[in-house]
C-alpha cells in the first residue's frame, strides 16, 4: 500500500469560535458577554414578571404569598422543578427525593423553585405499549404547567 501524504497544511491554531457566557445572579439578571468590550443584559424573568411585577396582578401575587412566597420572593426567578416521580416503578421512585434536592439546591442559589408531578409508567408490563404516547403526554403536561404558572426556568427531575 502506497503512503499518501497531506497536500495541504494543517491549520497550527485553532479556528476562533464566537463563544457567548452568561452569568446567572440571584438578582433575576444574567450578563451574556461575547469577546468584545461590551456587556449586554439580558432579563431572565421575562415570564414570571408578567405576575410578580405588575401592582395589576395584586389577586396572583396574593395566590403566590398563599404558598409561601414572601416579597422579596417575588423578585426572583421562578423555576418549575417537574418531575416523573411514580412509587410504582423502580426507576422512577427516587425521583421524589431528588427533586426535593433539587429545590434546596434552586433556593440557595437565590430563586424559587416550585416542584410539580407528571405522569410515569412501569415498564415491563402492558404500560410499556403506551411508551411513546407518554412521552407526548408528559412533554405536553409539563409545557402546560411550565406556560400556566409563568416560570422562568424548568428543571426535569
Sequence with gaps: MPTVFPTAKLPLAAPKINRRCIRITAQSQATVTAFSSSLPTVKLDRFSSRITKPNSRGGSQAMLNAFGLLEDDLSK????????????????????????????????????????????????????????????????????????QSYDGNIYT
Design 77 to 148: 426567578l421562578q423555576v418549575g422543578i417537574s418531575s416523573v416521580w411514580y412509587e410504582g416503578n423502580t426507576c422512577n421512585m427516587h425521583l421524589l427525593k431528588l427533586s426535593e434536592a433539587v429545590n434546596r439546591g434552586v433556593d440557595e442559589i437565590g430563586m424559587v423553585g416550585s416542584r410539580f408531578n407528571t405522569m410515569g409508567l412501569a415498564m415491563g408490563t402492558r404500560g410499556m405499549c403506551y411508551s411513546m404516547q407518554s412521552r407526548d403526554s408528559i412533554a405536553d403536561s409539563i409545557e402546560t404547567v411550565m406556560n400556566a
